[in-house]
Nanobody, 126 residues
Framework: QVQLVESGGGLVQAGGSLRLSCAAS????????MGWFRQAPGKEREFVAA????????YIADSVKGRFTISRDSAKYTMYLQMNSLKPEDTAVYLC???????????????????WGQGTQVTVSS
């Protein structure tokens, strides 16, 4: 069955860095676009970053542009999110997702993805 397992979250001070990983299994990784979303308590799930099937195209939310970088390793069936210059407002549960978006706009939408992980907590202290 399809599994997406996030790791790498934790507690970090403002200005610090974390690298999240999303290990995928149960589907052909190279055929799926991948994305990172985040959800803070009481807030809606928010798009963070996404990457196309081949890794050649990336999509980054304005709120994290210049600080976060998304990548994928098809040989390892793993996606990454490098987060630098973290801010307290980045505190949330970070979830990875897999899907086959038909259009670029679908990468930004929760509905553009078929499978979701359970999430990993990222807490940034001020």
């Amino acid at each position: 069955q399809v599994q997406l397992v996030e790791s790498g979250g934790g507690l970090v001070q403002a200005g610090g860095s974390l690298r999240l990983s999303c290990a995928a299994s149960g589907f052909t990784f190279s055929r799926y676009g991948m994305g990172w979303f985040r959800q803070a308590p009481g807030k809606e799930r928010e798009f963070v970053a996404a990457i196309g099937r081949s890794g050649g195209t990336t999509y980054i939310a304005d709120s994290v542009k210049g600080r976060f970088t998304i990548s994928r390793d098809s040989a390892k069936y793993t996606m990454y999110l490098q987060m630098n210059s973290l801010k307290p407002e980045d505190t949330a549960v970070y979830l990875c997702a897999a899907g086959r978006p038909s259009y670029s706009v679908d990468y930004y939408r929760v509905g553009g993805y078929d499978y979701w992980g359970q999430g990993t907590q990222v807490t940034v202290s001020s």
